[in-house]
């Protein structure tokens, strides 16, 4: 039997808007409005103060670890390119998509202050909790856009997971599920270079992280993922295409991390610091606001006044989170299940006594648990 | 959350820099007493063993403290700055005071801090804790941490391991090489002391601790040394260093609690024969003659019997040494610290002798004129803390040794004696043994049999062994 080609891949790489802030008119067609430029530039400017402030928070004892969204921001245009009934299940590293989306700000900060209501999002945002654990939630992802599918609504599932979470199990489990079962699931994999101190050239063999997805039958592309245009147009493409043909997408965005990998890290141990000018130069806002400045759409003026605003929001932001109501521990069985299970509240109600079966009114509340 | 908050809002206590970490290296102040600051200003550079972090201000305010030194490990918890009260009462208080109230931690901590502060200071003096970003060695925490604790400036290596990391090997290598200066103070010297001591085949071979003027001993009745320069504080308290002789009794008495497991048997000896006894060889003998060398003498039989209690342990090497001979200790109070002299072979001592001996310890430990090996090699202690006032007592161990008898202040009473009451003079005695060495029951009999001979006062005339 002769030899011949059976598979044929291609990995297309967009740059849209470059580091210069020159834009590419012809691939920019259709993408992201000039007012939406300037809202994602605002937004993603209150971003970067909210992490810094965050990061100060910190250190100064008055949040637990947090990790620094810092040079990320531009994954924010994909709130943009979503729509309210769409589902946004994030690791970490996407604060400025899930404020867009509509995760009140505070909710961060409480998360990271170690307060359970910080991952009670409010009825009606389609966001679950930001998680901790390496791509665990991606399956949770799949599942969503499975049940979405069932239920026949006209939204996705988009799941946010850093590079060195394609080398995890589930990974490969949600995208195996996601492209076999056609689900309108859409991955985003935040390319920034470093798995804490992992740098990428020790995470995979692959040539991009984006090629993973081939395997499973994705459509896989690379974009520049400082550049809101292409990260918006990736996003509203890889949208379209769930919903009309059932194929998932895996976007590999193509950033890097500014900040350590959380306040428990000291990149400068590990990092070079001729990479990290490098990639300063790569800023989204940076370019953004070049692009906005060449437009006239943008001035110092408007720059004072938006870091003024920055500053007000946040401090308002941060007065809210320190300022809550002390929780009580009661609270940990309150915000996961919409009817509790018997053995759950089993455990609710002996909580605040003993271990089970070591007082005798202890076997009243077994039983008036069963039913009996 | 994030870790301890202090209840004054004037006070900002050190929070976790990173995620478990309890104590970070102060590498340089950014503000001074005095300095208006923003919320969110940097207030300080820090080292924790993963990061060089700046810490910011919680809040505006006026820089009134700044609690530490640069080069100082601070402790997570502690008070790090002190802000200007912004009116309310607590800005009224002395501040030393509010710092104080704030956190209490702050009166417990001055052992531990100076323990770390001993290690790191060597470190600092040579390099003058600024600036150490640039040139930063390659270095895991854990070799962070041995070099810091051998008073190594990491920095200042040239790494062997890969991609020029500086391992512990090269660490111990420049700490042996004696290359780093440094202040700390000079070990003990150990081996050598012993070796000059008396070479008898019963030496406890264990004598790591140079049992210098001022070896630990019994935690009794001991007086605050002076030595220290008294600095002024608040409220007419005056913050004394702890240095030199107080601090080596500490560090002994430290040790001891934290490797003996103590547990201490109480019971009274009606001794009223002995009284007797006493009395009787101070008249034969024209000397003056107390209950100690009775008890010495009465110890020095029972640990013949017990010889699990005559011993001394190695905690390094796992091992425990049962001496043929008794040395015993007389813990001592001197008017520089805690002493314990020691009467080498006191089992083969009559009481008279041991009597003289204590005399004479007595004399040359109060004119400080007593040679460093009379203060070494004790096999047991007795510490007689009924000289004052105090009928029992918990004496620690004169680690490495693993039982200490703690005498306490006769007195007459009530005694049932077979169906009958009458006034006995009763000695109280407190055995304190390594429970780890010296089971309970054991403890108890040896307690019981010195009871026993005290009651017997004329056997214990002459010496055990001849």
Not at chain 2, 207 to 233: C, D, H, N, W, Y
Request: glycine residues 8%; hydrophobic residues 40%.
């Amino acid at each position: 039997m002769p030899t011949k080609v059976i598979y044929n891949a291609k990995i297309n790489q967009i740059q849209i808007l470059d580091e210069n802030g020159k834009l590419d008119e012809k691939l920019a067609r259709g993408g992201l409005k000039d007012a939406q430029v300037l809202k994602l530039y605002e937004h993603m400017s209150i971003c970067r103060h909210y992490d810094e402030v965050a990061f100060k928070l910190q250190r100064s004892g008055r949040m637990g670890t947090y990790p620094q969204n810092m040079g990320q921001e531009a994954i924010g245009a994909v709130a943009l390119a979503a729509i309210r009934a769409d589902w946004m299940v994030p690791c970490y590293r996407e604060n400025a998509a899930l404020f867009l989306h509509g995760l009140p700000m505070e909710k961060i900060l409480l998360h990271w202050m170690g307060d359970e209501r910080g991952n009670q999002i409010p009825e009606g945002v389609n966001i679950t909790p930001i998680s901790i654990p390496i791509g665990t939630h991606m399956l949770h992802a799949a599942g969503i856009a499975w049940a979405l599918k069932l239920r026949k609504e006209d939204a996705v599932a988009f799941t946010f997971f850093g590079d060195g979470a394609t080398s995890e199990g589930d990974f490969h489990e949600a995208m195996n599920f996601a492209c076999t079962l056609k689900l309108p699931c859409v991955f985003i994999c935040q390319n920034n270079q470093w798995a804490i101190s992992v740098p990428r050239s020790k995470q995979t063999a692959s040539e991009t992280f984006a090629q993973k997805g081939l395997a499973y039958g994705a459509e896989c592309l690379q974009i520049d993922g400082n550049d809101v245009f292409a990260v918006y147009k990736a996003a509203k493409d890889a949208r379209a295409r769930a919903l009309k043909d059932g194929k998932p997408t895996l976007i590999e965005a193509y950033t890097y991390r500014l900040g350590d990998h959380t306040t428990a890290d000291d990149a400068r141990r590990y990092r070079d610091a001729k990479e990290l000018e490098m990639w300063r130069l790569r800023d989204p806002l940076i370019r953004t606001r070049k692009y906005l400045e060449a437009k006239d759409l943008w001035s110092d003026d408007k720059q004072k006044t938006l870091e003024a605003k920055a500053k007000e929001i946040v401090t308002k932001v941060v007065k809210n989170a320190e300022g809550i109501e002390k929780p009580t521990n009661d609270d940990i069985f309150d915000h996961t299940f919409a009817e509790l299970p018997e053995e759950i509240i089993r455990q609710r109600d002996t909580m605040h006594t003993h271990s089970l079966g070591q007082r005798p009114e202890q076997e009243t509340l077994r039983a008036s648990a069963r039913g009996v | 959350m994030a870790g301890a908050k202090s209840t004054d809002p004037n006070v900002f206590i050190l929070p976790d820099l990173g995620e478990g970490v309890h104590e970070a290296e102060l590498i340089k102040w950014r503000v001074n007493p005095g300095d208006t600051v923003e919320e969110h200003d940097i207030l300080a550079e820090m080292e924790t063993d993963k990061a060089l972090v700046e810490v910011p201000s919680p809040r505006a305010g006026t820089i009134a403290q700044l609690h530490g030194e640069e080069g100082e490990i601070c402790h997570v918890g502690n008070p790090l700055v002190t802000y200007e009260g912004g009116g309310g009462e607590k800005a009224k208080q002395p501040r030393a005071e509010g710092a104080a109230k704030a956190a209490p931690k702050t009166e417990t901590a001055p052992e531990e801090e100076r323990e770390d502060a001993g290690t790191v200071v060597g470190n600092l003096s040579a390099s003058p804790g600024v600036s150490r970003t640039e040139g930063k060695a390659l270095a895991t925490p854990a070799v962070r941490r041995i070099a810091r604790d051998l008073g190594v400036d990491i920095d200042s290596i040239e790494g062997s391991g890969m991609g020029g990391r500086v391992t512990e090997r090269d660490v111990r290598a420049v700490a042996e090489g004696g290359a780093p200066s440094s202040r700390r103070e000079p070990e003990p010297e150990r081996a050598p002391a012993r070796r000059e001591a008396p070479d008898r085949e019963t030496e406890p071979r264990h004598t790591q601790r140079q049992v210098a003027e001022e070896t630990s001993s019994a935690a009794l009745a001991v007086k605050i040394a002076g030595g220290g320069v008294p600095a002024p504080a608040a409220g007419g308290s005056q913050r004394i260093p702890f240095r030199g002789t107080r601090r080596t009794i500490a560090k002994r008495l430290r040790e001891s609690m934290d490797t003996a497991v103590h547990f201490t048997v109480m019971d009274e000896a009606e001794i009223s024969a002995l009284d007797g006894v006493r009395k009787q060889t101070a008249a034969a003998s024209g000397e003056k003659v107390s209950y100690l060398p009775f008890v010495v003498s009465a110890v020095c039989r029972a640990l013949k019997e017990f010889p699990s209690l005559n011993a001394t342990v190695d905690d390094e090497k796992e091992e425990i040494t049962r001496h043929a001979a008794v040395h015993i200790g007389v813990a001592t109070d001197t008017e520089h610290g805690l002493s314990v002299p020691v009467i080498p072979d006191a089992d083969t001592l009559g009481v008279l002798e041991v009597g003289r001996h204590i005399t004479e310890l007595a004399r040359l430990t109060r004119e400080r004129s007593i040679p460093r090996e009379r203060l070494m090699g004790s096999t047991f202690t007795i510490s007689n803390v009924g000289s004052y006032a105090g009928r029992f007592a918990t004496p620690v161990i004169n680690y490495p040794e693993v039982a200490i008898l703690a005498v306490g202040r006769m007195r007459e009473g009530v005694v049932a004696d077979n169906g009958a009451i009458r006034v006995g003079k009763l000695l109280p005695l407190s055995l304190a043994c390594d429970h780890r060495v010296v089971d309970g029951a054991e403890g108890a009999r040896c307690l019981a049999r010195i009871i026993e001979l005290l009651q017997r006062p004329q056997e214990l005339l002459t010496p055990v062994r001849g």
